[in-house]
């Protein structure tokens, strides 16, 4: 199997976030892209490349240019304006409720202000490699994309950062770019054919639902951690399906805690029966590895071989298929892990 990598994530550095009032060190850090990487050139049945560069008109075709405008200069713009800082998080939120209704909203003049227009939480720090190696993410799901539309039957990209909680106009769930959203919509705007976004991380991918709500040209499929215990908490509930054209189109699968993998296969079949049925030409997996069973941030119990078991299941399907890196924080686990779902899905 075609393993697209860059080391431009290693520039994305953060030391510390900010997570239920309390500082500490990262869950989403290097280490994560690197012990992946480490594990699939151990298990040699694996071929890297790099990415090719792609530009921003990919990604402005799913987000805000302005949003790409932002990211590109925010975090030297904040040392000019308050002073030395690794790590830089919003103070201040937007929030639509503390203007006056019959006023239209506008992007405060302050990076200060803007910090908080752009990024919807506190656990996202910028860096100074940040935009670097969002962008890099960003080419790595296009050139592992751009591989499978040439006749590869699955290709991974191994992106970080990852990218499903980046909606239209805001980054954060530690995603600044939605790759999976940016590499599905290139293809259904360059193909004219469907696409199913296959989400398997643990928590819901509201970005990605946010993009494709109401289209029916990109079906987007999740199975992810009741929102009513868990991150992102307001979003990702069964009855949310689509609307206008792109009602139907949408299916959220809330996982009670401790689905094993068993159950979890037992739900993943039904669900992609839906995805049969909605026929697309391409599926775009946002692989998360966080419902690993010791994962420090979520509560499933997916195994080592039941990640195999996964990719083989979806593997079934028959359609070609990229696989893009989203979550997954027990270090220690996560090359196994993804190197048994890769040796799965490419049987």
Not at 121 to 132: C, I, K, M, N, S
Not at 269 to 292: C, K, M
Request: with cysteine; proline share 6%.
């Amino acid at each position: 199997m075609r393993v697209v990598y860059t080391p431009a994530h290693l520039r994305h550095d953060p030391h510390v976030e900010f997570e239920n009032s309390r500082a500490h060190r990262p869950y989403e850090h290097i280490g994560r892209a690197e012990a992946i990487r480490a594990a699939i050139e151990a298990d040699g049945n694996f071929q890297f490349e790099e990415p090719a560069s792609w530009g921003t008109d990919p990604i402005e075709a799913v987000h805000d240019p302005g949003l790409v405008r932002f990211l590109t200069t925010a975090w030297a713009e904040y040392q000019a304006a308050a002073g030395p800082a690794r790590e830089v998080v919003p103070d201040v939120f937007y929030r639509p409720g503390l203007r006056n209704k019959m006023t239209p909203a506008v992007e405060p003049a302050s990076v200060l202000g803007r910090l908080g227009w752009w990024c919807f939480e506190t656990t996202t720090p910028l860096t100074e490699g940040t935009y670097d190696a969002a962008r890099g993410a960003v080419d790595t799901a296009l050139t592992a994309t751009a591989a499978v539309l040439d006749g590869e039957s699955v290709v991974y990209g191994l992106c970080r950062p990852p990218g499903h909680h980046a909606s239209t106009s805001n980054y954060g769930g530690y995603c600044f770019f939605n790759n999976a959203a940016v590499a599905a919509h290139h293809v259904a705007a360059t193909t004219g054919t469907k696409v199913t976004v296959l989400d398997v991380d643990y928590h819901h991918g509201n970005g990605t639902q946010e993009i494709f709500y109401d289209r029916d040209d990109v079906q987007y499929v999740s199975l992810h951690g009741d929102p009513a215990r868990a991150y992102p908490f307001s979003i990702g509930f069964a009855d949310e399906t689509g609307s206008g054209r792109g009602l139907g189109a949408n299916h959220n699968v809330p996982l009670a805690a401790g689905t094993d993998d068993d159950h979890y296969l037992g739900v993943l079949g039904a669900t992609l029966d839906e995805v049969a049925r909605f026929g697309p030409s391409l599926v775009v997996v946002s692989l998360g590895l966080d419902t690993f069973h010791d994962d420090p941030i979520a509560d499933l119990a997916i195994t080592t071989d039941g990640f195999g078991r996964i990719g083989a299941r979806i593997a079934e399907l028959g359609v070609p298929t990229v696989v893009l890196q989203e979550g997954g924080y027990d270090v220690d686990a996560l090359g196994a892990n993804a190197v048994s779902f890769l040796h799965g899905i490419s049987r």
